[in-house]
T-cell receptor
């Protein structure tokens, strides 16, 4: 398996532009997570999906951020309009949540998208 | 209540030494405590995890010690190697939720 695939690896854009980050989870996984990593705030959970349905988006910083999961093999995180403070590494992670189990026991992370907003 | 506090922020250890990273939490509803390892340019990867019904879990050179009454848990890396140089994150999660709350990370450097 190729693991969780994120694209692009690096994105440089200007303030005010729309940015779309993409994620392909591991086949067969039913949970998908978007995290943001910065030096100041560490790893922050933005939103997660179970079976393609958004479950908790309380970590999404503002209305400028939106995430979709149209099917089990694809998700996007969109920032519109982007701002310099959005500069960070954005990670997508997937896992298989067993029925009746508690927490997701093993998250598989992609290599991240390094976003720079100038 | 949702935070996981991790220390130290950075750690330098000689090859062969023991690396110890500590985490503390407040929310007693947390019942799953994993540690993730992250190399530069890569996403975090699960290293080892523990549930509060045991006080210690060992996998090779990596051991988690868990103190439920103190609400603390720690990662011990025995015989530390240069290849262990990475950033380590503790995390916590509550039963029946998928939210994994991460600590702020510890950058470990092991010198030969």
């Amino acid at each position: 398996d190729a693991g969780v695939i994120q694209s692009p690896r690096h994105e440089v854009t200007e303030m005010g532009q729309e940015v779309t980050l993409r994620c392909k989870p591991i086949s067969g996984h039913n949970s998908l997570f978007w995290y943001r990593q910065t030096m100041m705030r560490g790893l922050e959970l933005l939103i997660y999906f179970n079976n393609n349905v958004p479950i908790d988006d309380s970590g999404m910083p503002e209305d400028r951020f939106s995430a979709k999961m149209p099917n089990a093999s694809f998700s996007t995180l969109k920032i519109q309009p982007s701002e310099p403070r959005d500069s960070a590494v954005y990670f997508c992670a997937s896992s298989f949540r067993r029925r009746g189990s508690g927490a997701n026991e093993k998250l598989f992370f992609g290599s991240g998208t390094q976003l720079s907003v100038l | 209540q949702q935070q996981v506090k991790q220390s130290p922020q950075s750690l330098i250890v000689q090859k062969g030494g023991i690396s110890i990273i500590n985490c503390a939490y407040e929310n007693t509803a947390f019942d799953y405590f994993p540690w993730y390892q992250q190399f530069p340019g890569k996403g975090p990867a699960l290293l080892i995890a523990i549930r509060p019904d045991v006080s210690e879990k060992k996998e090779g050179r990596f051991t988690i010690s868990f103190n439920k009454s103190a609400k603390q848990f720690s990662l011990h890396i025995m015989d530390s190697q240069p290849g262990d140089s990475a950033t380590y994150f503790c995390a916590a999660s509550m039963r029946n939720t998928d939210k994994l709350i991460f600590g702020t990370g510890t950058r470990l450097q092991v010198f030969p």
